[in-house]
């Protein structure tokens, strides 16, 4: 009866539900991303840290000399990695430098998305570096192009061996070799130690580690907590999206409702007659259930189609962000689930007016204009 009401409320079910699946898509494959990220980047059992570094600048306090020879020399311990994180110049951006022992047995190092796997520990040892995807986006810089980075005691000019996927510093990162840091750019002391277990020692190790940590005051962190630490934060992130595509779903359970309410009242001398000539109340809620349903399905079924190329457009915009794509992932699951969640809002939202329409008084409604 109204074209325009009708179509402006299917129109909302279908952008709230496009909406919805391209974000909702796009943030778990944003989460896989940095899990993926993480998962390749923090390689250890243990780390010991005099206290928790800043993420954004990677400040923290120096460690005892003393303490990166105590570490090893625990019964059970296979490896003891030495790392600190500095701010560099490089141009007129300011980087976070992570200067750290790269071991050469590292088949897969770092999030790779420019360079070679196999030869890039060599590569670090012989003076170059990698950078993070975002600076290397920013500076158009690729793998074998000059980067050149500036601390208070030294400068050099570095040649790019790999493009990493990185959240630290925001993407403007630089991994290099210890001991080229020491040489060309003067970068001394270590804030952090990434401790290797031997095979079935781990617990022994790591209570080891926490007597030295107690008796020196430092920090131990398992690789468990700190994995946990990275995905309380991304779940807090991820928590308040949910909110909001939570809300707007319930505003175009709003909108249905609003036009259910407005047919019902130009239907109302019509719902009369036909309660008159023996429709009952079940049939009347039946009917405009049926409405709803049939709005539902014109705005739902088409809206969550569209949410699938929401969410692959999306991902192609982050390269803009992070240097490079997030990776697609259809999920049949999360699209059949949208649409019986969507068509069950959509009932639900419909139960007030359907109820309505059954209660309306016969001798009102007939005489209703």
């Not at 129109?11 to 778990?28: D, H, K, P, Q, R």
């Not at 993926?36 to 954004?56: C, E, H, M, Q």
């Not at 926490?210 to 991304?234: N, P, R, W």
Request: charged share 15%; hydrophobic share 50%.
């Amino acid at each position: 009866r109204h074209v325009g009401r009708t179509s402006m409320t299917i129109g909302v079910l279908f952008v709230a539900l496009a909406t919805s699946i391209g974000m909702a898509g796009n943030v778990l494959d944003n989460v896989r991303n940095v899990q993926n990220w993480y998962k390749k980047t923090i390689i250890g059992d243990y780390f010991v840290r005099a206290s928790l570094p800043d993420f954004a600048t990677g400040a923290a306090a120096d460690l005892p000399d003393e303490v990166e020879q105590r570490v090893a020399q625990i019964d059970g311990v296979a490896q003891v990695l030495s790392m600190r994180m500095a701010n560099v110049q490089s141009d007129d951006d300011s980087l976070l430098l992570v200067v750290r022992d790269f071991s050469p047995a590292t088949s897969e190092l770092l999030d790779l998305t420019q360079g070679n796997s196999e030869r890039i520990s060599r590569s670090l040892t012989e003076g170059q570096v990698i950078i993070g995807s975002v600076l290397a986006t920013r500076r158009d810089l690729r793998v074998g192009d000059e980067v050149s980075l500036k601390s208070g005691t030294g400068s050099a000019s570095l040649t790019v061996a790999g493009v990493a996927n990185d959240y630290l510093g925001g993407g403007l990162t630089v991994y290099m070799d210890r001991l080229v840091a020491h040489d060309l750019l003067g970068i001394e002391g270590i804030d952090g130690l990434i401790v290797q277990a031997e095979p079935g020692k781990l617990k022994s190790v790591e209570s080891k580690l926490q007597e030295l940590c107690k008796s020196q005051g430092l920090i131990l962190q398992s690789y468990a907590e700190l994995v946990s630490m990275i995905d309380a934060m991304v779940n807090s992130v991820v928590g308040s999206l949910w909110m909001l595509l939570a809300l707007g779903c319930t505003i175009a359970a709003l909108g249905l409702v609003n036009t259910l309410t407005m047919n019902i009242l130009e239907q109302t001398r019509e719902i009369g007659m036909l309660r008159v000539i023996a429709m009952t109340r079940s049939q009347v809620r039946r009917m405009i259930l049926a409405q709803a349903l049939l709005l539902g399905v014109l705005g739902i079924v088409p809206g969550a189609l569209v949410g699938v190329f929401v969410q692959y457009a999306i991902g192609l915009s982050s390269k803009i962000v992070l240097g490079h794509e997030i990776a697609f992932a259809l999920r049949p699951g999360l699209l059949a689930g949208s649409i019986v969640f969507g068509l069950l809002l959509v009932l639900l939202a419909s139960l007030v007016p359907a109820e309505r329409a059954a209660r309306l008084q016969l001798a009102s409604a007939l005489h209703c204009e």
